[in-house]
């Protein structure tokens, strides 16, 4: 088997998720330190020569899988925030409708 | 009375914009449990037993616990992101399964390797899950 190029991993890994991560949310910030480590951690271990060489390659095979997990993450810390706005905005929508409406059934 | 149900029509079509997450303390709950259970294997591995019946009843334990988180998320109207993130664990945790009981036994090295799988797989779920308010 190859050996693994750690560095070329994590780099590739690392660039996804600061393309992802969104500065302004406290969560993402927090989250992309912590899978970096993360990730440096997982990937140095897989170049442990006490690892069965197939074992390696299928854990290779989820790396898309985790990094797939860790982008989704941001998605739902961004998601938090639209809603939060949304909420505001559909409530607000709701009232001047409902003062309308009000209008309209006190004239009929 | 047209108006009437044409009023009621528009506000559910506005409340039905509003799907993004929603905050449930019971998959929190499930999550942490299915997260405690699945380190108690590789602490329990530490003392050096490593072998694949030791395990089996707690693996299928976490099994079912995130099964639950997934199903849940189906029937609680979850953003896409969630599921993704339920799906990825869900796979994670039977590749993990399935390679021990595949070996019957692990060594050191492997069985820490698989401790930082699992934590790379639960982490992002459960971080989603904390974001929710």
Redesign the interface.
């Known amino acids: 088997m190859p050996q693994i190029n750690i560095k070329e991993l994590l780099d590739a890994s690392v660039d996804a998720l600061k393309q992802a991560a969104l500065p302004h949310i406290p ?1 993402a910030a927090g ?1 992309l330190s ?2 970096i480590i ?2 440096s ?2 990937l140095a ?2 170049a ?1 020569p ?3 060489p197939e ?1 390696v390659k ?2 290779l095979a ?1 790396e898309g ?2 990094l ?3 982008l ?2 941001f ?3 961004g ?2 925030l ?2 939060d706005a ?2 505001a905005t ?1 409530q607000s ?2 009232t001047t ?1 409902l003062t309308i ?1 009000t209008k ?1 059934i006190i004239a009929a | 009375m047209k ?1 009437t149900f044409l ?1 009621i029509a ?2 559910a079509g ?2 039905s ?2 799907k ?2 929603v905050q449930s303390k019971v998959q929190m709950d499930i999550l942490e449990r299915a997260y405690d259970n699945a380190k108690s294997i590789y602490t329990q591995m530490n003392t050096g037993n490593r072998a694949y019946p030791v395990y089996e009843s707690t693996y299928n334990l976490v099994a079912l616990q995130i099964d639950s988180v997934y199903n849940n998320d189906l029937s609680r109207n979850s ?1 896409s ?2 599921l ?2 339920d799906k ?2 869900i ?2 945790w039977s ?1 993990i399964q399935n ?1 021990h009981r595949g070996r019957g036994q692990l ?4 069985a ?2 698989e401790r ?2 699992m ?3 639960f ?3 459960l ?2 899950e ?4």
Not at chain 2, 107 to 110: D, L
Not at chain 2, 130 to 133: A, L, V
């Open positions: 969560e989250a912590f899978y993360q990730n951690e997982r271990g897989l442990d006490d690892l069965d074992y299928e854990r989820l899988d985790i797939t997990s860790q989704a993450s998605e739902v810390f998601q938090r639209a809603k949304q909420d559909v929508i709701i409708f409406l309209f | 108006k009023f528009l506000i506005l409340l914009c509003n993004y997450t953003n992101a969630l993704r993130e990825v664990l796979k994670v590749a390679y060594n050191a090295a492997t820490e390797q930082k799988t934590e790379s797989a982490t992002p779920r971080k989603s904390q974001s929710i308010k």
